[in-house]
Every structure is written in C-alpha cells, then in structure tokens.
C-alpha cells in the first residue's frame, strides 16, 4: 500500500466527472487500499478517487465503524428529512461549512470483487457518502455550503 497525494482546491482535476468502472482489476484493488491508507493518514472520514488524481467512480469511507469502499455508487433512496450540520474536506483544507444533506440515504454500489450490495447511512455515515459522491460530479461541499465556519468556531471533535 502507498500513501497518495491529496489534490487540494484549485487542482481542476476536482471538477471533473468520473467514469464508472468496467472492470474490477488488481489495479483498482490497489486504488482502494491506497486510497484506505490516504484517508487514514490524513484522518479522513471519506474519500473520492479524485482526490488523489483518479477519475473514477471509486470512494472509500469510514466513519468510525471500518473502511466501507464503494465502486460505481449510486444513491437509491434518501429521505425527506435533512440535516445541516458542518463540513471539511481534505482537498479543501482549513475550511469548514454547514452543509444540507439527507438525514438517510440508501447506496448500491460494486465491492473490490465485484459484487454489488447496498447500504443504508444514517446521519454521519449518510453525509460522508453524499459528499464523496458528490466528488465523482465535480461537485465540493464549499459549493453546497450554507455557512462557513470562523475559524476557531469549530468545536473539538
Ligand atoms: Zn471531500
């Protein structure tokens, strides 16, 4: 495994859509253990294969109960409800913003052998997912961001 470098903000690679992976090869193997190394290191709670120069549909997540890794995710349901709660992002580094998202989502996405299944988030687990994803459109939460954060506002975690 290898420790990858987190493109940051102006990079336009962010902005860009990504593909959908044909085919689950040792390579993309490869991508979600690195990638699962990456947002460890750095202490990530997510991350979009873009983030490190990839242009696939490839995320990793892991809110505290194990790394969840998601190939060709796509959201299948998500509630009315919604929740607003604070942001970051390790290509958007020292900033912070209240974002909205659904309070639950349901996910159907490839495993690394290819088999698909589905999930079901809840709260944290649901906005990790919704901004990964929004990372395969190019999209960043600074563009959804109903408030940023002063710094120093952002309580201890
Ligand atoms: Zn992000």
């Known amino acids: 495994m290898a420790k990858r470098i987190i493109r ?17 090869t040792p390579r993309i193997q490869m ?24 242009l696939r ?30 942001e970051g992002c390790l290509s958007v580094p020292q900033k912070y913003g209240e974002v909205e998202r659904p309070s639950k989502v349901k996910v159907k996405a490839l495993n690394r052998e290819g088999k698909e ?6 709260g944290l ?6 901004h990964e994803l929004d990372h395969l459109n190019g999209v960043l939460f600074i563009d959804k961001a109903v408030r940023f954060i002063k710094p120093g506002e952002k309580e201890n975690e």
């Not at 299944?117 to 809840?122: M, P, V």
Request: hydrophobic share 40%; with cysteine.
């Open 31 to 54: 991508i979600l253990d690195d990638m699962a190394e990456t947002m460890k290191e750095e202490d990530g709670v997510g991350l979009a294969a873009p983030q490190v120069g990839i």
């Open 8 to 24: 940051t903000y102006n990079d336009e690679i962010l902005r860009k859509k990504c593909k959908k992976v044909d085919k689950i």
């Open 57 to 86: 549909n490839i995320v990793v997540i892991d809110v505290g109960e194990g790394i969840i890794e998601l190939i060709n995710p796509i959201i299948t349901e998500q509630s009315k409800e919604t929740e607003i709660d604070v």
């Open 125 to 130: 687990l649901a906005r990790a997912i919704c």
């Open 117 to 122: 299944f589905e999930l079901e988030g809840e």
